[in-house]
């Protein structure tokens, strides 16, 4: 059977609906959770070592950034991939309801989030942190091993659920292919994390903005979602032994925190 390709005809009107209909659930589900108590994300705080970001982020600054459809198609994708691989864990025993989607909440140090699960091996309780990625990514993780950011934020998790080891499991979007890593809870990693949190807190109860880590050209300030507020301040690049830098170990495969 032949098909007649004259009465196929791309429909450019359906493609804009769908964008504006994640436009619309975008600003619902904004103006749902709208401005909460000042504290930290864990997903947040992992991947940024700039206190001033830390500061707008912890006093809950509104961001500057734009979502456009095409990215919030991208992160949909990432939440299916999430529920996917959080059902079969539950359907295979290997976790529970109650051990997925576990909500976080530290008054102490001002966290608040939740952990994609926890799982049970041989008896013992594991962190679990799902991450979808693209090709280009999961060839990354799987020549080097996990994304220093994951592995800070498994840490994260480790130390506010009180637990040794974690999972980080990566699956490539591209094609499905997947890989998984064992992470050892790393107290250098959650010394550091407490000392931010503590240096923000201690900014912000002076009522002072921290000075900015990067400069405007740097991957993190080009991507960060205040970066016109931060152009706006100014203040120079900061330097010295304040600058904390995160830097991967290759001989142990462990993270560690350094100061130049």
């Known amino acids: 059977m032949r098909i007649d390709k004259n009465k196929i005809q791309r429909s450019g009107e359906f493609e804009t609906t769908i964008d504006l209909l994640y436009l619309l659930h975008n600003q619902i589900e904004q103006e749902k959770r709208g401005k909460s108590?000042?504290?930290?994300?864990?997903?947040?705080?992992?991947?940024?070592?700039?206190?001033?970001?830390?500061?707008?982020?912890?006093?809950?600054?509104?961001?500057?950034e734009f979502v456009w459809p095409k990215l919030a198609r991208v992160f949909s994708l990432g939440h299916a991939i999430h529920d996917r691989i959080q059902k079969?864990?539950?359907?295979?025993?290997?976790?529970?309801?109650?051990?997925i989607e576990v909500r976080l909440e530290s008054e102490e140090w001002g966290i608040r989030g939740y952990v994609d699960?926890?799982?049970?091996?041989?008896?013992?309780?594991l962190v679990l942190e799902i991450k979808s990625i693209n090709d280009k990514g999961f060839i990354k993780v799987e020549k080097d091993g996990p994304k220093r950011d994951h592995v800070i934020q498994a840490n994260l998790y480790m130390w506010l659920l009180d637990l040794d080891k974690a999972v980080i499991y990566y699956e490539n979007k591209n094609d499905s292919r997947h890989i998984a890593y064992t992470c050892q809870r790393d107290d250098g990693i959650i010394v550091w994390l407490k000392s931010m949190i503590k240096k923000v807190r201690t900014y912000h109860a002076l009522n002072l903005v921290p000075s900015i880590a990067y400069n405007q050209y740097d991957f993190e300030c080009k991507y960060c979602p205040w970066q016109a507020s931060c152009q706006n301040i100014g203040g120079d690049k900061k330097k010295g032994a304040d600058q904390n830098k995160m830097t991967k170990v290759k001989q142990s495969g462990r993270i560690s925190i350094t100061s130049p």
Not at 88 to 99: M, T, W
Not at 118 to 125: P, T
């Open 37 to 64: 108590a000042n504290g930290f994300s864990p997903s947040f705080i992992s991947r940024s070592t700039c206190e001033r970001a830390w500061f707008w982020h912890y006093i809950r600054k509104e961001r500057e």
């Open 88 to 99: 079969l864990l539950i359907l295979s025993g290997v976790s529970s309801d109650d051990k």
């Open 117 to 125: 699960g926890i799982i049970i091996d041989r008896d013992n309780s």
